[in-house]
């Protein structure tokens, strides 16, 4: 079984903290991605990446950064974290990025105040 | 770029019924699209992952029926029992967007009640 795990489920943080948030994949997937997902506006994308080092920018990239160094670690990090950033954050991998299934973690749950 | 709906926003059941969820999608040019579960408070759980060049796929009780050129999928739960209430997401990996990247429906929440 595919195994997609992430550092915390439930988090808290005060505004202007730089946040780490870390996912870990045991199937040796190439794609990686983070989501967060909040009430009436569903996923969103906010980077994913194809490769080690490698990254693309999804949907709403603005406030965030990511680390890839290893094929199984990708990191979602928070350079100053703010209210709104307040969110359920979600990552996923696949093997063949657009064939396969996307494995989902458990979600980390963030609030900044 | 790619728009997915999902109809009803809620439903609810009693224990026992067939039901059918719906997911619509504008661009017809997908890799697959692919049905999820999920919890309150937890993550998506894949169910099933239909690809463009097929037509259904079965697992248990859930099927789900996919028609690209109309840009529709269905997911089809038979007997239905309180176990099954969660919210349920549908998302399409779009040939358009770089790497396949998935859309998602804002999703369908089900209770089946006893």
């Known amino acids: 079984d595919v195994k997609v795990t992430q550092s915390s489920r439930y988090l808290v943080k005060r505004t202007g903290e730089k946040v780490f948030l870390e996912c870990v994949q045991d199937?040796?997937?190439?794609?990686m991605f983070w989501y967060r997902q909040d009430p009436g506006l569903g996923l969103r994308l906010i980077y994913f990446s194809y490769d080690v080092k490698m990254k693309e920018k999804g949907d709403i990239p603005e406030g965030y950064s990511v680390s890839r160094e290893k094929k199984e670690r990708f990191s979602l990090i928070l350079e100053s974290a703010s209210t709104n950033q307040t969110s359920m954050y979600l990552c996923?991998?696949?093997?063949?990025?657009?064939?396969?299934?996307?494995?989902f973690g458990p979600g980390t749950r963030l609030t900044v105040t | 770029k790619q728009e997915v709906t999902q109809i009803p926003a809620a439903l609810s059941v009693p224990e026992g019924e067939n039901l059918v969820l719906n997911c619509s999608f504008t661009d017809s040019a997908i890799y697959n699209l692919q049905w999820f579960r999920q919890d309150p408070g937890k993550g998506l759980t894949s169910l099933l992952l239909?690809?463009?060049?097929?037509r259904e796929q079965t697992s248990g009780r859930l099927n789900a029926s996919l028609d690209k050129s109309s840009g529709r999928s269905t997911l089809y739960i038979a007997a239905s029992q309180p176990g099954d209430s969660a919210t349920y997401l549908c998302?399409?990996?779009?040939?358009?967007?770089?790497?396949?990247?998935?859309?998602f429906g804002r999703g369908t929440q089900l209770t089946v009640w006893p």
């Open positions: 998302a399409v990996a779009d040939r358009g967007s770089t790497l396949g990247r998935l859309y």
């Open positions: 996923a991998s696949s093997f063949v990025a657009g064939h396969d299934e996307q494995y």
């Open positions: 199937m040796d997937h190439e794609n």
């Open positions: 239909i690809q463009s060049s097929q």
